[in-house]
């Protein structure tokens, strides 16, 4: 069909796949060697089998500049957040595609290839850079630790673009009477668990990490294997182990007010005048990062607000973006800032390559953009909207009575009834019901009966939410859009009919 473009390009440029070791110390110069294609002074008897093809081989020197823990790269979730720089070799006066060197801070080893099964001792902390070189390959390490002494223990390989599932075992190492080495599990990891998006924007990762603490002083190994069975020179990781290092990552999804059944769109910021759009915060832990988190947005435009939200120890919550009746037309790029336990961080935006029908039943992926797009239309205005509370805080005493006067707009005579309820609080609230007619009213957050709200003392952040059922005239736009596609699906229709 005519909305299935795509781009060809031919060059005799160097095509780099990818290099080994996988990262670099930031300021630090290193040799790397890169596979890929017409690479200069690459020989045939350097070609490499990684995967089914062969590819070229290529030793470089390379500096990483020194600021180079960055994490603005486009792609999935959890790659996009792999600090990295991006390298191009020049070759035949041409540069080759970027390719992304993860960078470390961490003091690197690299593992032996030839160790088969026997285990290579490594010193706490470091990163080792490996590769599952041969099939059902497994790399074995030792170390020592002191008691209650606590790690962070993670592989990095499909973060990095290698096709793998690693997984790994911690086993406490001893030595009986007789001399003979006994092996005890004492922690296991699989694929990620941070998958704060769940099944609307899911961000899986086969990668596997956990925090380990020593029960008891003395020598441990670890036992790292490729779960596919596939190796190969591509097949590449980097296992860290060190002390934790807690911070997060913040992601932005428009949200949906409303879904058709399971059904997956992709979704963008737009504003009608006077009306509001929801944004999906999703908080990204980190090595065990547990604290509270708010949230701000910055560089709104003229008539459009949107007020702080505690994000707090949770996994998401929910920014609510607000355009007054006579906000202008506006397009531009907004900033959504987390701050918590000293660390700041901006949200990325989240999004879908493709909608869907049914989550249950089809595949989607999920992208990462580097900024938030907001746009404020010129079209009608919002059928209700909200008038600002004189008040922006409101105190509870538990066991005693809260009402709040509410008042909206209705800014089209097709809205009917309205029912107003209250989200994000600890306890169910009361619900107020607005005729046709009406446009004010007092809901009841707190009725004072005991134990509404929790004993101790709290802070939430919780919003207003208006739904009813009005007669909506689409744009003219839309209307006609639907018209010639219907005109086209009946020409279609007679012209399979005169075939038979």
């Known amino acids: 069909g005519d909305n299935y473009p795509y781009r060809l390009s031919l060059t005799a440029a160097p095509h780099v796949e990818f290099a080994f070791p996988p990262a670099g110390q930031p300021g630090d110069a290193g040799i790397f060697t890169l596979y890929g294609y017409n690479l200069p002074d690459s020989k045939p008897d350097k070609k490499t089998l990684a995967g089914n093809r062969l590819v070229e081989s290529q030793e470089v020197k390379i500096r990483l ?20 720089v991006s390298y191009r070799l020049r070759g035949n006066e041409l540069l080759s ?36 070189d041969r099939t059902r390959d497994r790399d074995y390490f030792h170390f020592n630790a002191k008691k209650n002494q606590e790690l962070w223990v993670a592989v990095i390989s499909e973060r990095i673009g290698s096709s793998t599932d690693p997984s790994f075992r911690i086993e406490r190492v001893t030595t009986s009477d007789e001399g003979v080495q006994e092996f005890k599990q004492v922690a296991i990891a699989d694929d990620l668990g941070n998958d704060p998006g769940e099944r609307y924007f899911p961000l899986p990762c086969r990668d596997a990490e956990t925090a380990f603490k020593a029960p008891e002083e003395g020598l441990y190994r670890i036992i790292l294997t490729n779960q596919t069975g596939s190796g190969g020179t591509d097949q590449l990781y980097r296992l860290l182990l060190r002390e934790p290092r ?53 560089g709104l435009p003229a008539g459009v607000t949107a007020l702080p939200v505690k994000l707090g120890t949770g996994r998401s919550a929910t920014l609510q973006i607000l355009a007054a009746p006579d906000a202008p037309q506006w397009d531009g790029m907004i900033v959504i800032r987390g701050s918590g336990a000293g660390l700041t961080r901006e949200a990325r935006f989240g999004t879908t390559p493709w909608s869907i ?32 509370p004189q008040q922006d805080g ?23 009834d309205l029912t107003i309820r209250a989200e994000g609080l600890p306890d169910k609230t009361g619900e107020l019901k607005l005729s046709g007619s009406s446009e004010q009213g007092i809901i009841v957050i707190s009725s004072g009966r005991e134990n509404e709200f929790p004993r101790g003392p709290g802070e939430w952040t919780f919003r207003l939410r208006a739904e009813g059922k009005a007669r909506y005239q689409p744009s003219k736009a839309t209307a006609d859009h639907a018209r010639a596609q219907h005109q086209a699906l009946v020409v279609r229709k007679r012209a399979h009919a005169d075939t038979l």
């Open 246 to 298: 807690p911070s997060f990552d913040l992601i932005a999804i428009p949200w949906e007010q409303t879904r058709v059944a399971n059904r997956v769109d992709i979704a963008m910021p737009n504003i009608s005048p006077g009306g509001m759009v929801e944004l999906r915060v999703v908080a990204l832990r980190h090595e065990g990062f547990s604290g509270e988190i708010d949230l701000k947005v910055e």
């Open 357 to 388: 029908r049914d989550w249950s039943k089809q595949f989607f992926e999920t992208r990462l953009g580097p900024r938030i797009p907001l746009s404020v239309t010129d079209s009608e205005n919002s059928l209700v909207s909200f008038r600002k």
């Open 65 to 84: 500049p020194p600021d180079s823990l960055r994490t603005h790269r486009f792609g999935q979730a959890h790659s996009a957040f792999v600090p990295y």
């Open 97 to 132: 595609n970027p390719l992304p060197l993860s960078t470390t801070t961490t003091p690197v080893l690299v593992a032996r290839e030839d160790a088969g099964d026997r285990s290579q001792e490594v010193v706490i902390p470091c990163e080792i850079h490996g590769r599952f």
């Open 394 to 416: 409101f105190e509870i005493t538990m066991g005693e009575h809260l009402e709040i006067p509410v008042q909206i707009t209705r800014q089209s005579t097709a809205t009917g």
